[in-house]
Protein backbone atom coordinates (compact mmCIF):
# COMPACT_ATOMS: atom_id res chain seq x y z
CA UNK A 1 0.00 0.00 0.00
CA UNK A 2 1.02 3.43 -1.36
CA UNK A 3 -0.34 6.60 -0.45
CA UNK A 4 0.99 9.73 -2.06
CA UNK A 5 -0.36 13.31 -0.72
CA UNK A 6 -0.29 16.36 -2.34
CA UNK A 7 -1.46 20.05 -2.30
CA UNK A 8 0.78 22.34 1.19
CA UNK A 9 1.93 25.01 0.35
CA UNK A 10 1.95 28.81 2.25
CA UNK A 11 -0.95 30.66 2.35
CA UNK A 12 -2.21 33.81 4.17
CA UNK A 13 -4.81 33.45 6.88
CA UNK A 14 -8.73 32.92 5.50
CA UNK A 15 -7.07 31.52 2.24
CA UNK A 16 -8.32 27.73 1.24
CA UNK A 17 -6.12 25.18 0.40
CA UNK A 18 -6.91 21.25 -1.01
CA UNK A 19 -5.26 18.74 -0.12
CA UNK A 20 -5.12 14.99 -2.10
CA UNK A 21 -4.33 11.61 -0.88
CA UNK A 22 -3.77 8.97 -3.49
CA UNK A 23 -4.14 5.14 -2.46
CA UNK A 24 -2.29 2.56 -4.21
CA UNK A 25 -2.79 -1.13 -3.18
CA UNK A 26 -5.84 -0.94 -1.21
CA UNK A 27 -9.45 0.03 -2.55
CA UNK A 28 -10.95 3.43 -1.30
CA UNK A 29 -14.42 1.69 -0.52
CA UNK A 30 -13.22 -1.06 1.92
CA UNK A 31 -10.63 1.60 3.78
CA UNK A 32 -10.66 3.82 6.21
CA UNK A 33 -8.88 7.33 5.48
CA UNK A 34 -7.74 9.95 7.69
CA UNK A 35 -5.28 13.30 7.99
CA UNK A 36 -3.76 14.07 10.97
CA UNK A 37 -1.17 16.64 11.07
CA UNK A 38 1.90 17.88 13.26
CA UNK A 39 3.00 21.04 14.46
CA UNK A 40 6.37 21.26 15.52
CA UNK A 41 7.10 20.19 19.23
CA UNK A 42 3.17 18.48 19.73
CA UNK A 43 1.87 15.83 19.09
CA UNK A 44 0.16 14.46 15.76
CA UNK A 45 -3.43 15.27 15.71
CA UNK A 46 -6.42 14.07 14.48
CA UNK A 47 -7.96 16.17 11.47
CA UNK A 48 -10.31 14.07 9.23
CA UNK A 49 -11.44 10.80 8.68
CA UNK A 50 -13.06 9.09 5.73
CA UNK A 51 -14.81 6.38 7.63
CA UNK A 52 -15.02 2.99 5.54
CA UNK A 53 -15.22 4.35 1.90
CA UNK A 54 -17.02 7.43 2.71
CA UNK A 55 -20.12 5.87 4.92
CA UNK A 56 -19.34 8.43 7.07
CA UNK A 57 -16.98 11.57 7.69
CA UNK A 58 -15.71 12.96 10.74
CA UNK A 59 -13.87 16.29 11.75
CA UNK A 60 -11.96 17.24 14.67
CA UNK A 61 -13.68 20.22 16.35
CA UNK A 62 -11.15 22.12 15.81
CA UNK A 63 -11.73 22.06 12.08
CA UNK A 64 -15.40 21.62 11.98
CA UNK A 65 -17.45 23.92 9.61
CA UNK A 66 -14.24 24.88 7.84
CA UNK A 67 -12.99 21.56 6.55
CA UNK A 68 -14.38 19.19 4.26
CA UNK A 69 -13.42 15.81 2.76
CA UNK A 70 -14.44 14.35 -0.54
CA UNK A 71 -13.78 10.91 -1.53
CA UNK A 72 -13.02 9.83 -5.41
CA UNK A 73 -13.32 6.08 -6.02
CA UNK A 74 -12.36 5.90 -9.16
CA UNK A 75 -9.34 7.25 -8.71
CA UNK A 76 -8.83 5.68 -5.11
CA UNK A 77 -8.35 9.43 -3.77
CA UNK A 78 -9.21 11.29 -1.07
CA UNK A 79 -9.12 15.01 -0.83
CA UNK A 80 -9.43 17.72 2.09
CA UNK A 81 -10.25 21.12 1.05
CA UNK A 82 -9.48 23.75 3.92
CA UNK A 83 -11.19 26.59 4.01
CA UNK A 84 -10.60 29.77 6.14
CA UNK A 85 -6.93 28.60 6.78
CA UNK A 86 -5.84 29.78 10.76
CA UNK A 87 -2.36 29.91 11.40
CA UNK A 88 -3.02 27.38 14.13
CA UNK A 89 -3.67 25.26 11.22
CA UNK A 90 0.09 25.30 10.41
CA UNK A 91 1.39 22.02 10.46
CA UNK A 92 2.67 18.93 8.16
CA UNK A 93 -0.51 17.27 7.09
CA UNK A 94 -0.08 13.24 6.79
CA UNK A 95 -2.93 10.87 5.47
CA UNK A 96 -3.30 7.89 6.57
CA UNK A 97 -5.28 4.48 5.79
CA UNK A 98 -6.39 1.57 7.18
CA UNK A 99 -8.72 -1.30 6.95
CA UNK A 100 -11.60 -2.90 9.59
CA UNK A 101 -10.93 0.41 11.61
CA UNK A 102 -13.73 0.77 14.42
CA UNK A 103 -15.05 4.03 14.87
CA UNK A 104 -13.61 4.49 17.90
CA UNK A 105 -10.05 4.02 16.83
CA UNK A 106 -10.48 6.09 13.95
CA UNK A 107 -8.90 9.29 15.64
CA UNK A 108 -6.11 7.12 17.14
CA UNK A 109 -2.54 7.41 15.03
CA UNK A 110 -1.59 3.30 15.69
CA UNK A 111 -4.82 2.15 14.31
CA UNK A 112 -3.50 3.10 10.87
CA UNK A 113 -0.74 0.73 9.42
CA UNK A 114 -0.16 3.25 6.19
CA UNK A 115 0.78 6.26 5.91
CA UNK A 116 1.92 9.37 2.96
CA UNK A 117 5.27 10.86 3.23
CA UNK A 118 3.81 14.69 4.51
CA UNK A 119 2.68 17.86 3.20
CA UNK A 120 3.71 21.28 4.91
CA UNK A 121 0.97 23.84 5.08
CA UNK A 122 2.15 26.98 6.44
CA UNK A 123 -0.74 30.04 7.17
CA UNK A 124 0.47 33.27 8.06
CA UNK A 125 -1.32 36.10 9.97
Known amino acids: VQLQASGGGLVQAGDSLRLSCAAS????????MAWFRQAPGKEREFVAAFFRGGSSRHYADTVKGRFALSGDNAKNTVNLQMNTLKPEDTAVYYCAAGQRLIWSSMQTPQAYPYWGQGTQVTVSS
Open 25 to 32: GLTLRSAT
